[in-house]
């Protein structure tokens, strides 16, 4: 599919902690919403996003609690911890500088070279 | 990730370890069931959407790998899987374990043995405190003629030859000494010894022989050595006149007296001379070399009344300047470095040597000057000039056998490996990773590393003392640096033969190899990997194997080398005559004379006599030979001084002239019978007899035939014997017994005799002279059967090396042997194409190995006798072996292959 891509080495975190910043999520629910906030262009391997999350939980970021679905199924919960949300704001601004900045790089016309 | 969280994890993982990890496979369960919900939903059956969930989810083991790889402690426990599981394969494969360990435990135990024996040889210094500060004195000349341009007269201990031109000697004469230590002032402690030979001890009605360390008094003070019991000497024991006191080493004390503290005090007599027992010296002590074991130590003030020596005439040693004999260490003081001690102490060495030499001139002609070398090992002189070559060439033997069981375990793993493609590709499949899977392969291996490495010490610590009783060294201890030499080589072997094998056998792809009787490229290029390590293998066992053929045709040489006297039927023995009794030459030539009838009339005795060396004994006696008419002091000839009817004793043929005789007595012209060699080599175009040498003169009167002297290797040196009746003043001497049958059967008797006759006297140190012979090729002898036994060992591994790749590659073929045969192919020639394979790798490794084994042939060419490194028997003898070794090897899995029934290799298919 054309509209899908890639997602860049470093930025799964990322991506997960903005997730569940909108509010608690299990696993699988971090894997749809990351689908739904991201117009469906950004497709995670299904394999790589629990050893993320197990990561993040062990580095403080998220904590986990267990609890029942919306269909009634026993699921691990995740949600921000403090830690968590300080470091949403920081990778989200590095993110930023980092984007206008390629950006600004790529826009560039052939006689300011 | 800090250390502190990856420490709290670990603790985790240690506390709660099994159920976070249940948790975590909750957690996936549950996220492929949301999954299934919502694909249900969309209208699949619940089964299916449960299957495609899975397979959306991929590989489930490698998710749930890597979330245990995060969570601590992880490397512990997969650990101690991998454990488990290694110990369940190799019970599966019992064969392929005992194979492992025996071969791995035959080359690292005999790897332990020899680094052990090395380890004491090169590595240990002398237990005594602070080795690092001591120095050994030596002297050092420009040399021109060798032995005879020396300024000394005699000299006890070996001179090294540098091809620079100089000699260097560790001996000094007691002058010597005692001026350098009155006038020294750059050493804390200054002290002398001397290896004394070997002596009769007796005490406690009990006999014992062993060798006896002259010292001077302040020998165990200077090095700092305690006693176990009783006192060191004190320096009024060591004076002239002083109380002849002994001080007993640990092996004495234990064996003759049961370590009893009460022997200080008491008296024992050392070669018939009483001596009061002051001391006991440590366990660990074994005087002042790293090989030796003596005795009893003695002051050095002792040795002419205890050992007197032919060679010196009656003289003490004591006063005799132009003796050099004892050995100087000293402890140097902190900061003064060696070139300073040595500058130091030269203007004296010299001004004394000018002083005390008969040649004194020759100080200054050949430059003689003191050096000043490490003393931390004692002199070590035989381990220098003996053990190191020997060990360097023990340890390569042994090396090559261990490279050679680590490539036969290779081959093997391989193989295997192979045969568990399946099994390592369904794991693979399911999402182990390949670096997990190969260590999974290593962890077994080095089990069985482990295994041969524990069987291995075992076997070295019960063979440590074999060979240092070959070379009569003290057995050697097993300390930590062996443990640790042992530990590493079994860690080296462990990845050196099942690395490869692991890091190939997970390089399989997956596809191909859960295909069921699959021939993929993979499978080849193992096959080539394996062949090469069977001509790897061939080639080895081809450079042992000649090197037993070379070794053994060296003893074969050796032993049927000319000798010039018939060495069957003789026994001999030593005796020493007590000063006390036999005080003139008189008494002591009547009572070897009366013994030597007394043995002549044992029955059974054909002939006896005595003499002062034994022949071939390892020992060169040399004295000057300087033919009248001619310059003096320019050459020297090997000596022996005989007993009435030694030539008849020895069968030594007379060519010319006459034997020794009854008119040849103390006052009557001195004579001397010379030997061809000095015939050819000194009188070229004259008839020696009736010619004098020497001063007074020496009138020649026969020409014996020519006798190998000191060792086997020797061409016979020019020699000439002295009659015992012209040349008394000697206290020891050796018997030779003529025996009609076995020599050992008149042990008893002559010791009887010896007793009978004297009853203070004894046979000492009773051997045949082929036994005296045999002990100076030991070193032959042991590189023989070191050899013998490791090529014996590589052709049994090279077997079942080269059974095992055919068979291997037999079983992997079957179903295209089976179209070939169905196709109409003979089995004979099938058979013809897999041994013909075998053969190949057999030719290659015979063509390398020659190479190899004329490169060691050369390494080893100073141990050769008679035989070159390109020795045709050798080479073409080890080829044959082995290439019959190979075909019968191939032979089995050849006839297996012709056997395969066509029918059956296809169904299997």
Redesign the interface.
């Known amino acids: 599919v054309s509209g899908e891509a890639q997602i860049l080495p470093g930025t799964l975190d990322l991506l997960i902690l903005k997730t569940v910043s909108l509010g608690p999520l ?3 629910g971090v894997l749809l919403r990351i689908g739904q906030i991201s117009g469906q262009a950004l497709l995670i ?3 790589a996003l ?2 993320a999350l ?2 993040l939980v ?3 970021l998220l904590k986990a609690t267990w609890g029942t ?1 919306d ?1 009634n ?4 919960f995740y949600e921000l911890t403090t830690a968590g949300r300080k470091r949403l704001r920081e990778e989200t601004d590095g993110w930023r500088r980092l984007a206008a900045a390629i950006g600004a790089a790529l826009s560039a016309e052939p006689e300011e070279a | ?1 800090s250390a502190f ?1 990856w420490l709290r ?1 670990l603790w985790a993982g240690i506390l709660h370890g099994s159920s976070v990890r249940s ?2 496979e ?3 369960r ?2 492929i ?3 299934a ?1 919502d694909l249900e939903c969309s209208g699949l059956s619940r089964g299916e959407a449960e299957r495609r969930a899975r397979i ?4 489930f083991e ?2 749930r790998e ?2 245990h790889e ?1 969570l601590g402690g992880h490397l512990l426990r997969t650990l101690a899987q991998d454990l488990r599981y290694a110990l369940r394969m190799l019970r599966k494969t019992p064969g392929l374990a005992i194979i492992a360990v025996a071969s791995l435990a035959l080359g690292i135990g005999a790897n332990t043995a020899i680094f052990s024996l090395t380890n004491a040889l090169l590595l240990d210094a002398m237990p005594v405190a602070h080795p690092e500060q001591l120095r050994l004195l030596a002297w050092q000349a420009q040399h021109q003629f060798g032995y005879k341009s020396l300024p000394m007269e005699s000299l006890y201990g070996s001179v090294g030859f540098a091809k620079t031109g100089t000699a260097t000697g560790t001996e000094f004469s007691w002058e010597e000494y005692e001026a350098l230590r009155q006038n020294q002032a750059v050493f804390d402690g200054f002290t002398a010894y001397f290896h004394g030979g070997g002596a009769n001890i007796e005490g406690g009605n009990d006999l014992e022989r062993g060798t006896l360390e002259y010292v001077a008094p302040n020998f165990f003070d200077v090095l700092g050595v305690r006693t176990a019991a009783g006192r060191t000497m004190l320096p009024s024991d060591g004076s002239r006149g002083g109380a002849p006191v002994v001080v007993l080493s640990d092996w004495i004390w234990r064996d003759m007296f049961g370590r009893s503290p009460s022997i200080i005090g008491k008296t024992i007599e050392v070669n018939r001379v009483p001596l009061t027992v002051v001391g006991v010296a440590p366990q660990s002590f074994h005087g002042a070399g790293v090989d030796l074991d003596p005795a009893l130590y003695l002051p050095l003030q002792l040795q002419p009344q205890i050992s007197p020596d032919a060679w010196d005439r009656g003289k003490s040693r004591l006063q005799n300047g132009d003796t050099w004999w004892v050995r100087i260490l000293g402890r140097i003081k902190p900061g003064v470095t060696n070139a300073q001690a040595a500058a130091a102490l030269d203007g004296i060495f010299r001004q004394t040597a000018k002083a005390t030499l008969h040649h004194a001139d020759r100080i200054d002609q050949e430059s003689v000057h003191l050096v000043v070398q490490p003393g931390g090992r004692g002199d070590a002189q035989r381990t220098d000039t003996e053990f190191v070559p020997m060990a360097i060439g023990l340890s390569a033997l042994a090396a090559l056998v261990l490279v050679l069981a680590c490539v036969n375990l290779a081959n093997l793993l391989l193989a295997r490996a192979a045969t568990r493609r399946r099994e390592l590709s369904v794991r693979m499949a399911l999402g182990a990773r390949r670096g997990r899977v190969a260590r999974q392969l290593l962890t077994e291996s080095m089990m069985l590393a482990l295994f041969g490495g524990v069987a291995g010490v075992a076997l070295g610590f019960a063979l440590r003392n074999v060979i240092p009783h070959f070379l009569e060294h003290q057995p050697t201890s097993f300390d930590w640096r062996v443990y640790a030499f042992a530990a590493g080589l079994t860690l080296l072997t462990g990845l050196l033969f099942g690395g490869i094998p692991a890091w190939r056998a997970t390089g399989v792809e997956i596809r191909k190899g859960l295909q069921d009787g699959a021939r993929s490229t993979a499978d080849r290029s193992h096959s080539r990997l394996g062949r090469s390590l069977v001509v790897l293998q061939v080639c080895l066992s081809m450079i042992l194997l000649t090197g037993a053929g070379l070794f053994v045709r060296t003893v074969r040489n050796l032993l049927d080398a000319p000798l010039g006297f018939a060495p069957h039927h003789i026994l001999l023995f030593d005796l020493v005559l007590p000063r006390r009794e036999y005080a003139t030459p008189e008494q002591s030539a009547a009572a070897f004379r009366q013994l030597t009838d007394r043995l002549r009339a044992l029955p059974g005795v054909e002939a006896a006599s005595f003499s002062a060396e034994a022949l071939v004994s390892g020992d060169k006696w040399t004295a000057n030979f300087d033919p009248t008419g001619e310059p003096k002091g320019k050459d020297v000839a090997c000596t022996n001084i005989v007993g009435d009817g030694f030539f008849h004793t020895m069968e030594i043929p007379l060519r010319e002239g006459r034997d020794f005789g009854p008119q040849d007595t103390a006052p009557s012209p001195k004579v001397a019978i010379v030997n061809e060699q000095l015939a050819r080599q000194f009188f070229p175009h004259r008839d020696p007899i009736g010619l004098t040498f020497n001063t007074p003169p020496i009138r020649i009167v026969g020409i014996a035939g020519d006798t190998k002297f000191s060792t086997l290797r020797q061409a016979p040196p020019p020699t000439y014997y002295l009659p015992e009746s012209q040349n008394g003043q000697r206290n020891a001497g050796l018997f030779e017994v003529k025996t009609a049958g076995n020599p050992t059967a008149l042990v008893n008797a002559a010791r009887r005799t010896v007793r009978s006759f004297d009853p203070q006297l004894f046979a000492g140190d009773i051997r045949t002279q082929q036994e005296q012979i045999d002990d100076t090729i030991r070193n032959e002898r042991l590189f023989e059967m070191l050899t013998a036994a490791f090529g014996g060992l590589a052709l049994v591994l090279a077997c079942i090396g080269i059974y095992g790749i055919m068979a291997y590659t037999v079983s992997q073929r079957t179903s295209e042997i089976g179209i070939r045969m169905a196709l109409g192919a003979e089995p004979r020639r099938v058979m013809r194409a897999i041994l013909g394979e075998a053969w190949w790798m057999t030719a290659i490794g015979i063509a390398a190995g020659i190479v190899g084994a004329l490169a060691v042939g050369r390494l080893a060419a100073s141990l050769l006798y008679g035989v070159q490194a390109w020795d045709a028997v050798s080479l073409c003898g080890s080829a044959a072996v082995l290439g019959a070794v190979a075909l019968a090897a191939g032979w089995f899995p050849a006839r297996r292959a012709a056997k395969v029934d066509p029918m059956q290799a296809l169904r299997t298919e």
Not at chain 1, 73 to 76: G, I
Not at chain 2, 56 to 59: A, D, S
């Open positions: 299990h696993g699988y391997e299904q394999g629990y050893p197990f990561r062990r580095q403080g679905s269909n199924r026993r699921a691990k | 990730m969280s994890s948790e975590m909750q957690e996936l549950t996220h069931a949301l999954r919900d959306e989810f991929g590989g490698k998710v890597t979330m995060a």
